[in-house]
């Protein structure tokens, strides 16, 4: 099923998310209010504020609040890809080019950083402090992750441990505090709070096992980069990680992992490699059974068409080709 079908029951609540996020692009100084836009226009998925929708519509609340979320939740993911952009030197994304290759690196940190102050300002207006909360502890991970990989890189050979915990503060604890945070926006139990907030942690990383298997087997068409991406800047995903569980004596996966020398030919044989292998339906596997403890997690909610949403979106993150 395509996304747009399993999105249908929040389909003119995401319309309106498209448009708040429109408007709040607007900015005084011309050239940011165009990277911003540019960033908009470039579409994505729109899983996050999909998944907050979908949370708290389980639970009466106001709509312009929840909407306000949902828009919050995406400016937050774009703000970090921003930086992120910036960190690994991406010269495009999604086939159109990023702020850092038409600005200098102290230009570009200051916009993410304006987006960033976007979100936190859409947030706080919808006036709770536990959101609030949670919206804070959500970019002290995702910055904490972000520092300690760029201090630390990777001084052993590849560990998964390493691995997830570094996905759940890049990917999973927006999910997980956005959903959090929908449900707390409709007095949810804790019961339901918790529940709402393992499943997005799950989805979340799931999500970002299935980026990483799509980097060695997406189409560069597909995924708006070459092929082994990660690989090539030095980042050692789940995929490369059980190839070298299995492959424990290959010289260049480690010395990848802890930056030592290897050659271009080298690294381009890696990557077929792991492309190839078996491995990458290992880490597919993973990724499934994650979705199934996320919808396991559904089963302490109430049943409703916005519970079955959820559980088809879940599906829908492993089976994605893009």
């Known amino acids: 099923m395509e996304l747009v079908d399993i999105l249908k029951p929040i389909e003119a609540d995401m319309q309106k998310v498209e448009l708040q996020l429109r408007d709040a692009a607007r900015a005084e100084f011309g050239p940011l209010a165009l990277v911003i836009e540019s960033i908009i226009e470039s579409g994505g998925k729109r899983m996050r504020p999909a998944a907050t929708l ?8 106001r709509d312009d609040n929840l909407l306000k979320l949902a828009v919050s939740v995406e400016l937050l993911h774009m703000a970090t890809l921003i930086h992120d952009d910036l960190l690994d030197k991406a010269a495009t994304r999604r086939g159109s080019a990023t702020i850092n290759s038409k600005w200098d690196s102290k230009s570009t940190v200051l916009a993410g950083d304006y987006v960033w102050a976007k979100a936190a300002k859409i947030a706080a207006e919808v006036g709770n402090t536990k959101v609030l909360g949670i919206f804070a502890d959500t970019i002290m991970v995702i910055v904490e ?9 990777s001084s052993s050979n590849p560990n998964r441990d390493e691995y997830y915990t570094r996905i759940y503060a890049k990917t999973a604890s927006l999910f ?29 990383t799931a999500f970002q096992i299935i980026d990483d298997v799509l980097d ?16 090539r800047q030095g980042i050692v995903t789940l995929p490369a990680i059980i190839y070298y569980e299995k492959h424990p004596k290959h ?34 596997q993973e990724a499934q059974e994650l979705v199934r403890e996320a919808q396991r997690a559904l089963e302490a909610l109430p049943k409703t068409k916005y519970r079955q949403t959820l559980h088809q979106l879940a599906d829908y993150v492993v089976e994605r080709k893009k």
């Not at 060695?216 to 690989?231: C, H, I, M, Q, Y």
């Not at 050659?263 to 290992?282: F, G, H, K, N, W």
């Open 145 to 153: 992750g972000e520092i300690k990989q760029d201090y630390t890189g």
């Open 216 to 231: 060695f087997v997406g189409t560069p068409a597909e995924v708006g980069k070459p092929v082994g991406s990660d690989l």
């Open 176 to 204: 997980e505090g956005a959903l959090r945070s929908a449900a707390v926006l409709g007095n949810a139990s804790d019961a339901h709070i918790n529940a709402l907030g393992m499943y997005g942690r799950k989805l979340g």
């Open 54 to 61: 979908l949370a708290g519509r389980m639970f009466p609340q």
């Open 251 to 284: 010289p260049v996966i480690a010395s990848i992992a802890v930056k030592n020398g290897h050659s271009t030919l080298e690294l381009e044989e890696v990557i077929e490699d792991i492309r190839t292998s078996p491995e990458m339906t290992a880490a597919r």
